[in-house]
């Protein structure tokens, strides 16, 4: 009898033991939702609302990117967020900021490497696109200058549409000078000239030439 009645009061025990360890075990982790990524959109200026494009017939590092009429632009994959901006039909190829860190900076091509300072970008909630950890936005200036600059609030050159599916956007404003149908490097020019004006074409290079700016690191 004095055995059963010990059984029982050690079990007891036990019981008001684990209880609370049982009630305090975690519960399952709430699933996040990533953030969605675009892909396959055009990225529109807001200034004149013509779409971002490589300015070239084909494409290798350093080719410069400018705009072009929309129905002309290729697709872009972009996260809202930070992250690289690839080239929809080729995404080995990202959107690069040359150094990332000073004004008037061409925008290029260059291959992807993810986590690049000067490749990776920032979507805003206010539609700019800004170096990640720096001070520098995708800036369009004028003669269709896509370049770096300073990111400056209430300076619509650095606003940009994103634009799905077959949508063009607004009707583009008018422009200061015709667009070529179909952009093609013409070879001229000695790269960036600075200025409101934007990058001038950049001076072809072999393929091969290094590039100081997109090392990986």
Known sequence: MFF???LTTILLALLSVSA???SASPTPATKTHLSKRYTGVRIQ????????TPYGPRLYDGIQVRT?????APRWDISPGSGSVLLHENNNYALDAGTGRDNNEIVKMWTSYPGLFQQTWYLTDDYRIA?????QCLDQGDN???QTYRCTTGNT???WNILFGDDLGASPVPLPQPVDPEPVYDGEGEGDVGGDDG???????DDNTPHEGSNPV
Do not use: F, K, M
Not at 45 to 52: A, E, F, I, P, Q
Not at 68 to 72: A, I, M, R
């Open 131 to 135: 170096i990640t950890g720096g001070d």
């Open 4 to 6: 059963a009645t010990s």
């Open 20 to 22: 609370p360890l049982i």
């Open 68 to 72: 072009t009429q929309c129905q002309y």
């Open 144 to 146: 269709y200058g896509t």
């Open 199 to 205: 990058p001038a074409p950049p001076t072809p290079t």
């Open 157 to 159: 050159n650095q606003v």
């Open 45 to 52: 200026s807001y200034r004149d609302g013509t779409c971002l």
